[in-house]
């Protein structure tokens, strides 16, 4: 439930509802705008309505959220969700940029990897440990050892991590190396790992799944948000349609709906929503004319001997090239690519 004070509510009046709702057992989220301040009521609806809170003078209404989503709406959250990764605030005016190979190979291929997309312009570093692979025969990350060399790296590029948690046994080991965790499109919907995620004061990046409605991926969300970690990055990667010339089709869409659902910041994969990278240059652009908080790309420095998605990658020099345009784009959609001060 979410309870709109009068405008020109005082603190005391905002106090008083608050240890009300506090005192019947429910949590409470504040939202002070510009104009309005909104309070949320975390727990049973059925108590909020039996308060009677609209009998207070400054009460103005007391609304149920109508989405079946609730922490997550920007019903109960009107303002942007803000998380900072370093010295990286996502979710501002700020577009952030991820970068890096699919899968962590070596330690110098990472290394190499980090210091291109560095240099280039990207803030966090992205690069696998654990890869969900269709094939048992594929690939299948380097696992500890490779959080391990994501860290090492991180120590010497300066660069936030981010890396995948591919089941709830390993959440607190890879919690214990990474910045960001990222959800997996496959694990969207790993419910037993979203409720361990939300157990954590980290941000995660949760993928939309391969055949996940929006609906449901912020469902997904929900399930992390109402477990305690409110910061939640949604990562748009392409879903499965009928179409074959791409590896999966780009559902850009999905960015200015979400910007309205939700207050959490939305960012898109190109790389593995298009799965070629060719395709990458114009549907990166595309990502931030369409209201994304960031972009994260897949960029290794040999593509052709990546162990995993190199036909999706772009190269470190491609990767800088692109980034000049994002840089440009961004101006034209009041906001700015954050600079590198070293
Ligand atoms: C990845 O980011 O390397 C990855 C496997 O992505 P997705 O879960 O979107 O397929
Ligand atoms: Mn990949």
């Known amino acids: 439930?979410?309870?709109?004070?009068?405008?020109?509510?005082?603190?005391?009046?905002?106090?008083?509802?608050?240890?009300?709702?506090?005192?019947?057992?429910?949590?409470?989220?504040?939202?002070?705008?510009?104009?309005?301040?909104?309070?949320?009521?975390?727990g049973d609806?059925?108590?909020?309505?039996?308060?009677?809170?609209?009998?207070?003078?400054?009460v103005e209404r007391?609304?149920?959220?109508?989405?079946?989503?609730?922490?997550?709406?920007?019903?109960f959250q009107p303002e942007n969700s803000l998380f900072t990764v370093g010295d990286c605030l996502i979710g501002g005016d700020e577009i952030v940029l991820?970068?890096?190979?699919?899968?962590?190979?070596?330690?110098?291929?990472?290394?190499?990897?980090a210091e291109g997309v560095k240099a280039a312009g990207a803030q966090i570093l992205r690069g696998g440990a654990y890869k969900p692979r269709s094939s048992p025969y594929s690939f299948q990350g380097l696992e500890e050892a490779g959080l391990?060399?994501?860290?090492?790296?991180?120590?010497?590029?300066?660069?936030?991590?981010?890396?995948?948690?591919?089941?709830?046994?390993?959440?607190?080991?890879?919690?214990?190396?990474?910045?960001?965790?990222?959800?997996?499109?496959?694990?969207?919907?790993?419910?037993?790992?979203?409720?361990?995620?939300?157990?954590?004061?980290?941000?995660?990046?949760?993928?939309?799944?391969?055949?996940?409605?929006?609906?449901?991926?912020?469902?997904a969300a929900e399930y992390i948000v109402s477990g305690g970690n409110r910061q939640v990055i949604l990562c748009e990667r392409g879903i499965r349609t009928f179409e074959t010339y791409t590896r999966n089709t780009l559902d850009l869409s999905a960015v200015p709906v979400m910007k309205r659902l939700t207050h959490l910041p939305v960012i898109v994969d190109p790389s593995h929503g298009t799965g070629s990278w060719r395709w990458v240059p114009a549907m990166s652009r595309a990502s931030v004319a369409a209201g994304a908080d960031g972009v994260m790309i897949e960029v290794h420095p040999?593509?052709?001997?990546?162990?995993?998605?190199?036909?999706?990658?772009?190269?470190?020099?491609?990767?800088?090239?692109?980034?000049?345009?994002?840089?440009?784009?961004?101006?034209?959609?009041?906001?700015?690519?954050?600079?590198?001060?070293?």
């Open 62 to 75: 007391v609304l149920p959220i109508t989405q079946p989503f609730k922490l997550v709406s920007r019903e």
């Open 302 to 342: 040999q593509p052709e001997q990546a162990l995993c998605d190199g036909a999706q990658s772009l190269t470190v020099e491609k990767f800088a090239a692109l980034v000049c345009d994002l840089d440009r784009l961004a101006v034209v959609m009041g906001r700015r690519l954050k600079k590198q001060v070293s």
């Open 45 to 58: 609806e059925k108590v909020v309505r039996e308060m009677g809170l609209e009998a207070l003078p400054f």
């Open 1 to 42: 439930m979410i309870i709109v004070m009068q405008t020109g509510v005082t603190s005391e009046q905002i106090e008083e509802v608050t240890e009300r709702l506090q005192r019947r057992g429910l949590g409470v989220h504040l939202s002070v705008g510009e104009f309005k301040t909104i309070i949320g009521a975390i």
């Open 148 to 219: 391990q060399i994501l860290a090492r790296v991180r120590e010497k590029t300066g660069m936030p991590i981010v890396t995948e948690v591919m089941d709830q046994h390993t959440v607190e080991m890879v919690a214990e190396y990474t910045d960001i965790i990222q959800v997996g499109a496959r694990n969207m919907q790993n419910f037993c790992m979203l409720r361990e995620l939300g157990k954590l004061s980290k941000p995660i990046l949760l993928k939309r799944g391969l055949c996940a409605t929006m609906e449901e991926w912020l469902m």
């Open 98 to 113: 991820m970068a890096g190979p699919c899968a962590v190979e070596s330690e110098e291929q990472l290394l190499e990897a």
